[in-house]
């Protein structure tokens, strides 16, 4: 089934140097801005052809955040699925132990790549927007590393919902600052850390935690978290002796999705699947999906599918996940999802809660909200497919941070 | 391109020796009725240019006064088709002050743009500061505007350095705006001898005239601004006074008309200080 057939026409080339994917992507950020990503893209280019800073990159990832993580095949689940099956299939299902980094999540590959950046071209001061707490985590996280001043933005409503992870940034040294206007979530917390940077462009390093955003975020978010699908690649070989069959990844912004899809997109075989939050259930209106239930438009210095009504306000996501609770999505998934190459599919609260459950019980790993959509997804195409499919979903982020939020939804009192 | 109202009015105020008043309200705040009333009254106040902005949900370059004025407007039901009927009925008064639309671009993009431009132009637009849309992205809306005659205003900010500044000024018409602070409106304070050496070094490189703005909330400060400049924007600051202005539940009173225009009165005066000596 799988094959390592290229496509001439490679899904792997963007964006072009306007920063676009198709007709998304691109530059929209006011002018105060436009020197500071040039510079900002000028300096990823340089950096990445330095044989210096791509060791040292390795070295922490290796050292501090403990890359690779494991490819683990999930026996239970993978028995779970086949006997749901009504026609005799289930999937070999692995998991990528993403959320066995340092931090518990993806984020760290990122955080690490952009402050070895910041620091090169001389910033000392780092500011972040953070959902889950995450991305915010993990940035104070390196800035504690590297010694230096930062700040996180965080939506007054998630820092209700994520209190754990508001504590754990202030013990590495954060500043946590609470954003009330809009509904007080991430993307209010990234208007905020947008506002910052224009007012602190001399020594102020905006160092965004998902694939979206002007360019050139999008592009190096995804290169930095494309060790993912790199890692993968090598481990499947080594544990099956063939490319998987199929990817899963949840979509908040999309940035541990493209990292392990896109080192596959030219993998024609590779069917690949991205799972967007659908809340309550995309028709009634409280969901996160950007793909399933947005349209095109342009928020946050980029254009791509926003959750928006007919004037073009940008309505408010809503998901029990905190990290999947963004009314867009990075670019380079509005392009893939239009050229046809991924699928965007949505699951509930619900779904999402029974998987997060599932998980732990069957595999001993307790799961963040996050990726349990991705498992929501995978319990309902699993048992349509054959017993030798080979099928990997990203276990982006554990679940420590969710406890108290799933115990209050299982009406469990701690 | 053709000449627009804000071609005339800056030419005709260079020969009257002083500087323009521009002021910015948000379209629709704190509802529509109140609004069109303010903005009526803005010219016989001492305004020479309107701002009028376009609400949005996330402005991002934008302090807590005029966010929270975009809010107003739109939880009371504003809309883009709205802040055209507004430009409509003004000018069924007044056919000479220059009105210029400020925001951000998703509204326009959804509109789709190339309606909002005919119908911006019906309406009685002359001039669009789309805060969102850099000169790398001139083919989305500047240049298309600047087809049906309307000027594009392009920012200039503290970062914009020499080497940025022919591409800020290449496809820019009407005026173009300085930022006087690296910053969000209605915050930092701007230094008026640095304001004054920004613009100078503009004037090097265009014949257009530069407004100041973003910050701007004194008469003194106008006053002074204005020796140095063409035009002085002032926005948060009447704004803060519609705000001031509202009952306990947010809705209009008998000094919300009143109040804004009082401040327009005393911080206009500042352009004329120059005239004086
Ligand atoms: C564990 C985890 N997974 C996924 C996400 C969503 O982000 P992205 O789509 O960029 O991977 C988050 C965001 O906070 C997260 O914490």
């Known amino acids: 089934m799988s094959s390592n057939e290229t496509i001439l026409n490679s899904f792997r080339s963007g964006p072009d140097e306007e920063g676009a994917f198709g007709h998304f992507g691109g530059r929209f950020v006011a002018e105060t801005l436009m020197p500071l990503i040039l510079e900002l893209e000028e300096a990823y280019e340089t950096a990445k052809k330095d044989e210096e800073y791509a060791f040292e990159l390795n070295d922490l990832a290796k050292h501090y955040a403990g890359r690779p993580s494991p490819l683990y095949f999930a026996p239970r689940l993978t028995e779970h699925f086949a006997n749901l099956s009504t026609v005799g299939g289930g999937a070999k299902i692995y998991f990528k132990r993403d959320e066995l980094n340092h931090t518990g999540s993806h984020k760290i590959n990122n955080t690490l790549g952009q402050i070895l950046l910041a620091r090169r071209m001389g910033k000392k001061r780092i500011i972040a927007e953070t959902g889950a707490g995450q991305h915010g985590v993990a940035t104070a996280t390196v800035a504690a590393r590297f010694n230096m001043e930062c700040v996180v933005y965080m939506g007054a409503t998630d820092i209700e919902r994520q209190a754990p992870n508001v504590f754990r940034m202030k013990l590495l040294g954060a500043t946590v600052i609470p954003v009330t206007a809009g509904t007080g979530t991430l993307k209010d917390a990234m208007n905020e850390a947008l506002r910052d940077w224009v007012a602190n462009v001399d020594n102020t390093f905006y160092l965004i935690g998902t694939a979206a955003g002007p360019h050139p975020y999008p592009a190096m978010v995804r290169d930095f978290q494309s060790v993912i699908g790199n890692e993968v690649r090598e481990q499947i070989m080594e544990a099956e002796g063939r490319l998987p069959d199929s990817l899963v990844a949840c979509i908040g912004g999309g940035s541990n999705a493209i990292g392990l899809f896109h080192p596959f997109l030219d993998d024609k075989g590779v069917e690949i699947y991205g799972v967007e939050a659908a809340g309550k259930g995309v028709e009634t209106g409280e969901h996160a999906a950007s793909l399933n239930g947005g349209k095109p438009g342009v928020l946050h210095g980029n254009r791509t599918y926003l959750l928006q009504d007919d004037e073009g306000q940008i309505t408010d996501a809503y998901s029990i996940s905190a990290g999947l609770d963004y009314p867009g999505i990075g670019p380079e998934h509005s392009w893939l999802k239009e050229q046809g190459r991924v699928n965007y599919v949505a699951v509930t609260d619900n779904e999402a809660l029974d998987a997060f459950q599932l998980c732990t019980k069957l595999e001993g790993i307790i799961p963040a909200l996050e990726p349990a959509h991705a498992l929501a997804f995978v319990e309902k195409l699993a048992p349509t497919l054959p017993k030798d499919h080979l099928l990997v979903m990203n276990m982006c982020g554990r679940g420590d941070k969710d406890v108290f939020a799933v115990a209050g939804y299982l009406g469990v009192e701690l | ?277």
């Not at chain 2, 005029?66 to 409509?88: C, D, P």
């Not at chain 2, 002359?126 to 001139?138: F, M, N, S, Y």
């Not at chain 2, 109040?259 to 206009?268: C, D, I, M, Q, T």
């Open chain 2, 1 to 277: 391109m053709i000449e627009t109202r804000i071609d005339r009015r800056f030419a005709a105020l260079k020969n009257e020796g002083r500087a323009a008043f521009v002021s910015f309200i948000t379209a629709g705040d704190p509802d529509l009725q109140t609004s069109l009333q303010l903005m009526k009254k803005l010219p016989e106040a001492g305004t020479d240019v309107i701002e009028l902005g376009m609400p949005f949900s996330d402005p991002m370059a934008d302090g807590p006064a005029i966010q929270l004025s975009s809010q107003r407007a739109l939880n009371a039901g504003h809309t883009m088709a709205k802040t055209l009927e507004m430009v409509r009925e003004f000018r069924k008064g007044d056919n000479e002050t220059p009105i210029i639309l400020m925001g951000y671009y998703n509204p326009i993009y959804v509109y789709p743009a190339d309606k909002f431009l005919a119908d911006a132009l019906a309406a009685g637009v002359d001039g669009l500061i789309i805060v969102d849309l850099p000169p790398e992205t001139d083919t989305e809306l500047c240049l298309p505007a600047r087809d049906v005659g309307i000027n594009f205003i392009r920012l200039a900010t503290p970062t914009t350095d020499e080497k940025r500044l022919p591409a800020v000024l290449k496809n820019a018409s009407g005026f173009l705006y300085y930022v006087s602070i690296a910053g969000i409106t209605g915050t930092a304070t701007p230094d008026p001898h640095v304001v004054h050496k920004a613009v100078a070094a503009i004037k090097q490189s265009t014949d257009m005239p530069v407004a100041v703005g973003f910050g701007v909330k004194t008469r003194q400060q106008v006053s002074d601004i204005a020796r140095g400049a063409d035009g002085v924007v002032v926005g948060s600051a009447i704004v803060s006074m519609i705000a001031d202005s509202l009952d306990g539940k947010g809705a209009a009173t008998s000094e919300t008309v009143e109040r804004p225009l009082a401040l327009v009165k005393e911080l206009s005066g500042g352009v004329f200080d120059i005239l004086e000596g």
